[in-house]
């Protein structure tokens, strides 16, 4: 099965500098690799994600890059905000794939005022 | 207001006594799954099912025991508690498995 490995485990950051969180996985099958924001007592939330056929995706501050030779992927946060505190999960599943998505052990993410 | 629900949020139990932690989406997913949420461990899947009547095991189905009888409906069983099974459960669905998931609040039990 799919094995996803992330790093690091904890980043803390100066607010306004950038915070990069890596994740490799296992699987040369995999094609879809989503990136989930879990607050303090909240639920995890999707906020990127990118599939197979493109390298990079960006929606504002944040963007995910991904090198399947390689079989890493990358999400990247510039201008970080105090609103940017959180625990970050990557994650890596086939489309269509009844295993569904297997997930990183998580990053926590502290911005520093 | 498309969303997954669980119920209970929160519940204290004591080793032995048999629970289940309903979830149930509106979104006509075919594709629901538990995980467990550990420190340091992440999201690790339990159970998952692709369709009704149709569930497999995940990388931890120890303990646990799952259904499907509606589309809408995935509860998780715990048939004998036990103080390992302590943690924070989220149910989550999907359109398929290899697609966006949308989670549950989540449920936090407590075993003792």
Known sequence: ?113 | EAQVTQNPRYLITVTGKKLTVTCSQNMNHEYMSWYRQDPGLGLRQIYYSMNVEVTDKGDVPEGYKVSRKEKRNFPLILESPSPNQTSLYFCASSLDGGDEQFFGPGTRLTVL
């Open chain 1, 1 to 113: 099965g799919e094995n996803v490995e992330q790093h690091p485990s904890t980043l803390s950051v100066q607010e306004g500098d950038s915070a990069v969180i890596k994740c490799t996985y296992s699987d040369s099958a995999s094609n879809y690799f989503p990136w989930y924001k879990q607050e303090l007592g909240k639920r995890p939330q999707l906020i990127i994600d990118i599939r197979s056929n493109v390298g990079e995706k960006k929606d504002q501050r944040i963007a995910v890059t991904l090198n399947k030779t390689a079989k890493h992927f990358s999400l990247h946060i510039t201008e970080t905000q105090p609103e940017d505190s959180a625990v970050y999960f990557c994650a890596a599943s086939w489309g269509g794939g009844a295993d569904g998505l297997t997930f990183g052990k998580g990053t926590h993410l502290i911005i520093q005022p």
